[in-house]
């Protein structure tokens, strides 16, 4: 397993952390900026951040710093009542697939959608079994879109309490399932993201990671979950602060060989988004060095 003690060369801050810090939005090339002063080597951000940015302003400021993308979230939302809307999300997803290529993003991390009007409210039905049809009918065609592009897709699951309204792909168990169905020949073109806040807490977990194999982990995301957690979506606790056991989990995909960015990805509205960005940045290098 790496020695992650001595230096910060394998974090990657996913720029949710200090996306809105008191309140305010911190654009997200100021946020480059002060990662690249913190030697920080890697970023993912998010899709609406770049597009406030712009889109070819981010990828100048990337290649001024030499910074490049441990991901980029997000595409995925594949669930539909309609043609329109099931069109709606194809395109969606290539215009996702092609800023993440503008940017080099090595992957486009999918969060797949979970029973359509949910996540606005409303579900328009209580057929979880026919979401998960259509997340799979999904992924099938972005997958030729992304093979096209020559960019990998990362299936993320997401912690069962979101099962309704962000992913109905709940477990690492099930997301491996999608990639054998999709990709029986393991070429790498389909893959996961293993978020320890999403499935630190699985009893299949290490065998699940054995079953990914080096081929199928295509990202790392950590940050660490609360006791209490007062919020389902936006109390993700910093390394340390928590109850799960990530140097053991990081063991485990390593040893599988995986071997890329250890990404911090941490939404926390009361608590790491009401301080200085760069005070949460070096932070989350101080932990990265001793709790990762
Ligand atoms: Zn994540």
Redesign the pocket.
């Given at each position: 397993m790496r020695d992650f003690s001595q230096d910060h060369r394998w974090l990657s801050i996913?720029t949710a952390t200090v996306r809105q810090q008191h309140g305010v939005d911190w654009p997200l090339l100021d946020i480059l900026d002060a990662c690249a002063a913190r030697g920080i080597r890697a970023v993912?951000p998010w899709r609406d951040q770049v597009a406030a940015a712009g889109l070819q302003a981010t990828a100048r400021k990337l290649q001024d710093h030499g910074i490049e993308l441990s991901?980029y979230?997000r595409g995925g939302m594949f669930t539909y009542t309609d043609a329109a809307r099931r069109q709606a999300s194809r395109d969606d997803n290539k215009r996702a697939l092609d800023e993440a290529c503008t940017l080099n993003a090595p992957c486009l991390?999918l969060?797949v959608g979970g029973l359509p009007g949910a996540l606005a409210g409303r579900a328009a039905h209580r057929d979880i079994q026919g979401a998960r049809e259509q997340v799979t009918e999904g992924i099938a065609a972005l997958l030729e879109d992304a093979r096209e592009r020559h960019m990998l897709l990362a299936i993320?699951p997401l912690h069962p309490m979101y099962a309704a309204d962000r992913a109905c792909i709940n477990t690492m168990a099930q997301a491996l399932d999608v990639c054998d169905a999709l990709d029986p020949d393991r070429t790498g073109a389909l893959g996961l993201?293993v978020?320890l806040?999403?499935v630190w807490w699985d009893p299949t977990l290490a065998e699940q990671i054995t079953r990914a194999g080096t081929a199928r982990l295509l990202?790392f995301?950590v940050?660490d979950w609360l006791t209490p957690t007062t919020h389902l979506l936006e109390d993700r606790g910093m390394m340390g602060d928590g109850v799960i056991d990530i140097p053991r989990i990081r063991a485990l995909v390593e040893a599988q060989g995986f071997a890329g960015y250890s990404?911090v990805?941490i939404f926390s509205r009361s608590n790491w988004w009401q301080r200085d960005g760069g005070q949460v940045l070096d932070t989350c290098v101080e932990r990265h060095r001793s709790c990762v």
């Amino acid at each position: 397993m790496r020695d992650f003690s001595q230096d910060h060369r394998w974090l990657s801050i996913n720029t949710a952390t200090v996306r809105q810090q008191h309140g305010v939005d911190w654009p997200l090339l100021d946020i480059l900026d002060a990662c690249a002063a913190r030697g920080i080597r890697a970023v993912s951000p998010w899709r609406d951040q770049v597009a406030a940015a712009g889109l070819q302003a981010t990828a100048r400021k990337l290649q001024d710093h030499g910074i490049e993308l441990s991901g980029y979230c997000r595409g995925g939302m594949f669930t539909y009542t309609d043609a329109a809307r099931r069109q709606a999300s194809r395109d969606d997803n290539k215009r996702a697939l092609d800023e993440a290529c503008t940017l080099n993003a090595p992957c486009l991390v999918l969060v797949v959608g979970g029973l359509p009007g949910a996540l606005a409210g409303r579900a328009a039905h209580r057929d979880i079994q026919g979401a998960r049809e259509q997340v799979t009918e999904g992924i099938a065609a972005l997958l030729e879109d992304a093979r096209e592009r020559h960019m990998l897709l990362a299936i993320e699951p997401l912690h069962p309490m979101y099962a309704a309204d962000r992913a109905c792909i709940n477990t690492m168990a099930q997301a491996l399932d999608v990639c054998d169905a999709l990709d029986p020949d393991r070429t790498g073109a389909l893959g996961l993201a293993v978020d320890l806040y999403h499935v630190w807490w699985d009893p299949t977990l290490a065998e699940q990671i054995t079953r990914a194999g080096t081929a199928r982990l295509l990202a790392f995301h950590v940050c660490d979950w609360l006791t209490p957690t007062t919020h389902l979506l936006e109390d993700r606790g910093m390394m340390g602060d928590g109850v799960i056991d990530i140097p053991r989990i990081r063991a485990l995909v390593e040893a599988q060989g995986f071997a890329g960015y250890s990404e911090v990805e941490i939404f926390s509205r009361s608590n790491w988004w009401q301080r200085d960005g760069g005070q949460v940045l070096d932070t989350c290098v101080e932990r990265h060095r001793s709790c990762v």
